[in-house]
């Protein structure tokens, strides 16, 4: 028996178009939209998710060899990003499910981001630490007062990847981004800067203000390589204090800064000193996609649930622990 569900992710940079048919992703295709060093003008990246929103919905059914007659259902991101790359998503996937008369499924990122990590390492009841461009968060299912993720921990201000961008745009790095920022920092050496966690919660502007400071001050890669341990052990601490409390024996590191070695090194050895079963997934995975979204529309679809049709919008700023978790 086929169930085919095609999703798109839309909410930044990337447009991504999923397929999967029984919780087997069998198409993840995908655009990346290229950020200049004047950042991400959101009407030009959903003006670039527009013009190939098409190709990669075609791109998508190539790959996964179906039709789209042959789909089930529709999923797209309904939340957190941008607003005007949202709506591309959004009105794609309303248009489809119009013409086909197949239901829509609006979709929670972040969700998503930990559900496909869950998923492909056939995990049961995961802490997840979600790291990406505006996000840092420390997750986990709990069942009162309904099921959802609850948040144990998180930024207080900036997301680890979005500090790391800073930093190496202020480096005058190129990319501007985390990857090269780890690319410098493998012949450096370490330099104490500030570590900031409370509990479980962590702030990262003061560490961002004293690496930037250090610029032209000290050698880059020391400051690169300093500000990559510091940010990750914070983050490895306070993940395993939720571990810790909560009891929970399985980890997940998911979103786009997962991507990082280094990260996963840490929290793999974090994990296996208190036998925690560790996973992450293969890069694709990590950075933003339309098969995670695709995924949990699957879910969703298999919950029986009714969706309205006012329901079918998109929120900027949809929070994770609001979501009820049907399945
Ligand atoms: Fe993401």
Known sequence: MFLLILALESSAHTLGVGIV???????NSKQMYKITDKGMIPARVADFHAKNVYKVIKDALEQANVRLSDLDA??????PGIGPCLHVGQLAAKHLGLELKLPVYPVNHAIAHIEVTKHLGKLKDPIALYVSGGNSQILGIENTPFKHYHIYGETFDIGVGNMLDNFARAAKLIPAWGSTVAKVAESGNYIDMPYSVKGMDFTFT????????RIGKEKLEDIAFSLQETAFSMLTEATERA????????LVLSGGVAQSKRLKEMLELMSKSHKIKFYDADNQFNAD???????VAEKMYNSDLK?????????????????KILW
């Open 21 to 27: 048919d029984n919780g087997k992703i069998i198409a």
């Open 74 to 79: 529709i999923g797209y991101t309904k939340g």
């Open 206 to 213: 003061g560490l961002q203000t004293n690496a930037v400071k």
């Open 243 to 250: 571990l810790m409390l909560t009891g929970k024996k399985e």
């Open 289 to 295: 996609n339309g098969a995670m979204i695709a995924l």
């Open 307 to 323: 969706i309205n049709k006012n329901e079918l919008n998109i929120d900027q700023k949809y929070k994770i622990d609001k979501v």
